[in-house]
């Protein structure tokens, strides 16, 4: 059987300072090594001390993974030379001692089944190394330290995913997770990373490094599966090592031959003293946390009735749920999360264009009472939605400007079916004999009203006037 897990490294993108000094935890867009001090890049007889926020948001994490967390939280250091890691090691958590890392023995579930959490670690992310030129040719490497010491969230699966389509929703919903607890934006650039273990029956274990995207983590694996696959069938051995991802061949290559977990000889950091959690310090917590995107699922259908599927869609998506809490009313709810999954989710489906989305909560609201209130058509509706997201002008302003109010009111929507049964005399008389055909005449007094005809009345008045003429 085949087997994955996975190693999700999670920025805690949300804090104002890195894991061990005052630089900027955002080190995005910055000048290369601007971002740095003492403390960061590692000087002798600089010292850490610790960021509180990051231990609570790691916690948090953890407990949103079903984790335990332990009285008392401790680092190690993860000693190995690289150009990104000026100290030549990371601090890092390690249970080396029994459970001291800010999380261990979780679990979630992905479609029914579980997927059990091993363990969560607090630790500093590396610089980063810049190539000039494509990386295996160059002779040039750069390194940008800004990055180095920007708090990380490390996440370790057990082996149990079967399959690549797990692994894709798994990470999906744990993305979603960390968004709605405030404590990353999974969707920044390198925000989250992925390095996956995998083996299939008979074969050793391969892990898959370096992959940028959520996208070809999935490929990546299911090359490796082939891979793995006919080795063995061809009875030669899978060798146990890293391997990276070649993004552009789309295959993975051999990086080296795997380290163990000793090799890196991981030592006690004496700089940092343990950190005691109280279980008030757990409770005070879990109050401040976010409600949970399963418990924001359950109250939207059972508070306002909204479909189970819709309710789904619209709580694990943070920004169109924010959205959505802020436009509802007890009377609107429904018809504004119809409006949101059903048009506005397609029109705005990436981060940048959530961002440069001119539709504010108002227009929303507005939009939805008005349809609630049958003075607009769901099909008008969607018109003035376009026109708002193209503009951002006010909902009454694009309902009078497009001429959109809805032609409901009984006699002028009278005068226009009169109109149309002398104009289709011939379909009146074969309606009158076969009541299925009645669409036909709804679809032309839609026609004549460019669908601000309330498609109900309309067939109402429809139903009458064939019984007298
Ligand atoms: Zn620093
Ligand atoms: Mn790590």
Redesign the pocket.
């Known amino acids: 059987m085949t087997k994955i897990g996975l190693?999700i490294?999670c920025q805690l993108t949300k804090l104002e300072s890195k894991l061990f000094c005052n630089c900027k935890a955002d080190y995005r867009n910055l000048t290369p090594n601007s971002n740095i001090c003492p403390i960061c890049i590692g000087l002798p007889g600089s010292l850490p001390i610790l960021n509180k926020k990051a231990v609570e948001k790691a916690a948090m994490i953890s407990l949103a993974l079903g984790c335990q967390i332990p009285e008392q939280i401790s680092f190690f250091r993860k000693n190995y030379f690289y150009p990104d890691l000026p100290k030549n090691f990371q601090i890092?958590q390690y249970n080396a001692y029994g459970p001291t890392s800010i999380g261990s023995d979780g679990s979630i579930q992905i479609e029914g089944k579980e997927i059990r959490i091993r363990r969560i670690q607090i630790?500093e992310d590396p610089g980063r190394l810049v190539y000039e030129g494509i990386s295996e040719k160059t002779q040039i490497t750069l390194v940008d330290y800004n990055r180095a010491g920007t708090p990380?969230v490390?996440i370790v699966t057990e082996p149990d995913f079967e399959n690549p389509r797990q692994v894709r929703i798994f990470l999906n919903v744990l993305a979603d997770l960390v968004e709605n607890l405030e404590v990353s934006d999974p969707y920044l650039e390198g925000a989250m990373r992925v390095d996956g273990n995998i083996s299939v029956e008979k074969g050793n274990r391969v892990e898959i490094k370096n992959v940028g995207s959520f996208r070809d983590i999935e490929k990546a694996l299911h090359f490796e599966i082939t891979r793995q696959q006919s080795l063995v069938d061809r009875n030669i051995e899978v060798a146990a090592e890293t391997r990276h991802w070649d993004e552009a061949r789309k295959i993975t290559v051999s990086a080296r031959s795997k380290e163990e977990e000793q090799d890196y000889r991981y030592l006690p950091e004496a700089d940092i003293p343990l950190v005691t959690i109280t279980q008030d310090k757990i409770d005070n917590l879990r109050k401040q946390m976010p409600e949970s995107i399963v418990a924001k699922k359950e109250r939207y259908i059972k508070k306002y009735g909204i479909p189970t599927q819709v309710a789904e869609v619209l709580s694990s998506d943070k920004f169109y749920s924010d959205l959505f809490e802020k436009a509802h009313t007890e009377s609107n709810a429904k018809e504004i999360a119809n409006i949101i999954t059903t048009d506005l989710m397609g029109f705005a489906d990436t981060r940048e264009k959530k961002i440069d989305l001119k539709v504010t909560h108002r227009h929303i609201s507005d939009l939805a009472d008005a349809i609630v209130g049958n003075k607009i058509t769901r099909n008008s509706g969607k018109a003035a939605l376009y026109e708002m997201i193209k503009t951002g002008k006010s909902f009454s302003e694009i309902v009078s400007s497009l001429d959109l109010g809805s032609v409901s009111n009984a006699s002028s929507l009278e005068k226009i079916i009169d109109e149309v049964f002398k104009e289709e005399e011939k379909a009146v008389k074969e309606a009158k004999q076969n009541p299925d055909t009645i669409n036909y005449i709804v679809g032309k007094v839609m026609r004549k009203t460019k669908g601000k005809a309330d498609p109900s009345t309309t067939l109402e008045i429809i139903r009458k006037k064939l019984l007298s003429a």
């Open positions: 190693e490294h890092t630790e990380l490390e």
